[in-house]
């Protein structure tokens, strides 16, 4: 695989699979109501604008796969800034699911349009990054590196639909209100921000079904807690699908992202 040539025909989960070792314009600004007999639609299209007001949280990730009878589980930890749209995650392989038993973390830089990553596999030297163009890619990055970019988790609820108040839960000592639902992918990359659009926009044409069930947390002060995308979509006959949930929490928290500068980046071939 040739690195910066992302292009339509690579599949939707390009760099996702190889990580697995082949197993398979802005919306409301209003306050958010999470609260039981507010718009349970309105709360959670807001999720978005309440995390960018937030500015920062820490971030976990899981992203389990199943395809062929085969099921793989990828974890991620980090920081991400909601304004800026950048975030960092360490991104843990399964033991065995690339033929070795342990694997070093690979390295995650999230900035808007661009996927940066470290200790990506064989052929890429230690220091170099891997970039890889998220509006070229069939799921606009919400499964290919492994970990569901949060701020694009957000936005695409801003296509939510058919959205009822399940009930109130403790989650991690906070309690929070649980909503369920449908994303419109179309609509959520209509209606999602500038630095995000082009990415949502690529992954309303590249998935088998137009939209997502989801389970989305919001605290009281409708800031996300904990996302869960339901994504599913046909890679080379198969069908595979991909349950992605993020967690956010301590608010607040500084996060530092500095993208690596160009000579940084890796411009040759990846070893599938």
């Known amino acids: ?4 040539r992302y292009g339509r025909g690579t599949g ?12 398979a314009a802005g919306g409301c600004s209003g306050p958010a109501d999470a609260k039981p007999g507010g718009d349970p639609t309105a709360a959670v299209r807001k999720a978005a604008d309440v995390l960018a007001r937030a500015g920062t949280s820490k971030a976990t990730t899981s992203m389990e796969m199943a395809a062929g009878g085969t099921r793989v589980t990828i974890r991620g930890e980090g920081g991400y800034d909601f304004r800026r749209r950048t975030g960092r995650l360490e991104v843990v392989l399964p033991k065995d699911a690339a033929g070795a038993d342990e694997h070093r973390p690979i390295t995650e830089l999230l900035s808007p349009g661009a996927l940066y990553m470290k200790n990506r596999g064989a052929g890429v030297p230690a220091d170099k990054w891997v970039r890889v163009d998220t509006t070229t890619l069939d799921d606009g990055n919400l499964v290919t590196g492994g970990a569901t970019d949060p701020a694009a988790a957000a936005e695409l609820l801003r296509g939510a639909r058919g959205v009822d108040y399940v009930g109130e839960v403790d989650l991690a000592g906070v ?12 609509a959520a990359a209509r209606a999602a921000s500038p630095q995000v659009r082009g990415a949502l926009a690529a992954a309303a044409k590249g998935f088998a079904k137009d939209t997502v069930p ?17 994504f599913s979509f046909t890679n080379q006959g198969r069908t595979v699908a991909v349950a992605s949930t993020t967690l956010l929490y301590a608010f607040g928290t500084p996060v530092d992202v500095r993208l690596p500068a160009r000579k940084d980046i890796y411009a040759g071939k990846i070893k599938a």
């Open 175 to 186: 309690k929070v209100s649980h909503y369920r639902g449908t994303a419109d992918i179309a």
């Open 12 to 23: 939707a989960i390009a760099v996702a699979a190889a990580l697995v070792g082949g197993a």
């Open 214 to 230: 989801f389970d989305a947390y919001l605290d009281g002060d409708g800031r996300l807690r904990k996302v869960r995308h339901q």
């Open 1 to 4: 695989m040739v690195v910066r």
